[in-house]
């Protein structure tokens, strides 16, 4: 089986890196795997469902003030 760092998956999901880490410690994503502090996610995971909305990952908000789009504080 593939496996991808919290990095890539977070990029995938557009979510951050942080948010996938603590969706990866209370288990809502199937088959990862935790060597010492680093998480291993299978490249066919899924995103779950019913994520809370909140707010963009840094990269998007950067991505949305450069379009002038929505500015987060």
């Known amino acids: 089986m593939d496996y ?3 990095k890539e998956l977070a990029e995938k999901w557009e ?3 942080r948010w ?3 969706l990866c410690e209370k288990g ?3 088959g ?3 060597f010492g502090r680093s ?3 299978p490249i066919k995971a899924e995103k ?3 994520l809370p909305k909140g707010r963009p990952s840094h990269k ?3 991505h949305l003030e450069k379009e002038g789009g929505e500015s987060y504080v």
Do not use: G
């Open 20 to 22: 996938i880490q603590k």
């Open 15 to 17: 979510l951050s890196e």
């Open 39 to 41: 998480w291993m996610i």
């Open 32 to 34: 990862v795997l935790r």
């Open 4 to 6: 991808i760092s919290v």
């Open 60 to 62: 998007k908000k950067m």
């Open 28 to 30: 809502r994503i199937d």
């Open 48 to 50: 779950p469902d019913n």
